[in-house]
């Protein structure tokens, strides 16, 4: 038996079937969202992510509960920064340049194994739960997730976290090329900046749903709910 809920979003309500969609939570990390991180260290004000936590809680609650597939991700670079490209370490003339690898208070800004580069308590995954560590902005670029997408025969993804307009933006449109369904939860992203949250949001809905229908946590968690009642 199917296990199909219709979901209120924009620029429609859509019907979603359960087993084929997955919760995909993008980059939690506290080098986003804590202080002495990356985020920080690019003059951003990390507590403005903190709003995505609890939304992305009650999602991440629901789906556990029905067994949903739930996937994180995490931004970073090896140890010996041999997967990040010299652009993304030096931009050349900027202030920012040769920001990843130098040592903050969480460890070295943006390498896998360090503090700073793991997920917040708050999200933290649950066994089993897959962790796809990219160099990249976008989640499927030099990364299994296709291949875990598939396997698990996905045609949905609720996507959630942090930065909207970078990358969240960035796997929903290389997950919409690949023909994946995205829904944006929008109350489950955050920005340093609001503009862009707004306006991303605003332009992945736009022209019937070009990228991704946009929904929020509520209306997620009320869809979902149903079937478990
Ligand atoms: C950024 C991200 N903003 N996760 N990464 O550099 O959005």
Redesign the pocket.
Known sequence: MTRTVTVQMEPQAAPIDIDRTAVII??MQRD?LQPGG??ESLGNDVSKLQRAVEPCQKVLAVARELGMLVIHTR?GHLPDLTDLHPFKLQRPGSSHAGLIGTEGPMGRIMVRGEVGHDIVPELYPKPGEPVIDKPG?GSFSSTALECILRAKDISTLLVC???TE???NSTIREANDRGFFCICIGDCCASYFDEFHEMTLKMMKAQGGILAYVTDSKSICDSLKSLSS
Request: proline share 0%; with cysteine.
């Open positions: 993008i980059d986003f990356f985020g931004e902005k976290g942090v930065t970078i990358c969240v």
